[in-house]
Nanobody, 124 residues
Framework: QVQLEESGGGLVQAGGSLRLSCAVS????????MGWFRQAPGKEREFVAA????????FYANSVKDRFTISRDNAKNAVYLQMNSLKPEDSAVYYC?????????????????WGQGTQVTVSS
């Protein structure tokens, strides 16, 4: 069982930046997929960004491309989401998830392991 713990959320004005962190316990396979998803009240959990641990190949939702950057640190066993030029519509609870190497990295249903989430609120 992969254990995940997010941190770094908070309240920020539109146009500002936040950096989310996800501490990761040991992965069963080195090419696990690590994803960031978000869920606003009354909405489904949606894909934000993901990274293949071994290759560092990244994937982004169109809505965050060029504003958000996902990365991972092998030494610290952590995944990060740098969020710049934040908009009020980015407000949500952000979750870090882990999925097996063969799973569909863009789909929330493919993830077996989730953190508890961290709230991001962007004021206009």
């Amino acid at each position: 069982q992969v254990q995940l713990e997010e941190s770094g959320g908070g309240l920020v004005q539109a146009g500002g930046s936040l950096r989310l962190s996800c501490a990761v316990s040991e992965l069963p396979f080195r090419n696990y997929g690590m994803g960031w998803f978000r869920q606003a009240p009354g909405k489904e959990r949606e894909f934000v960004a993901a990274i293949r641990w071994k290759t560092a190949t990244t994937f982004y939702a169109n809505s965050v491309k060029d504003r958000f950057t996902i990365s991972r640190d092998n030494a610290k066993n952590a995944v990060y989401l740098q969020m710049n030029s934040l908009k009020p519509e980015d407000s949500a609870v952000y979750y870090c998830g882990a999925c097996s190497p063969t799973a569909s990295i863009h789909s929330a249903s493919a993830y077996d392991n989730w953190g508890q989430g961290t709230q991001v609120t962007v004021s206009s």
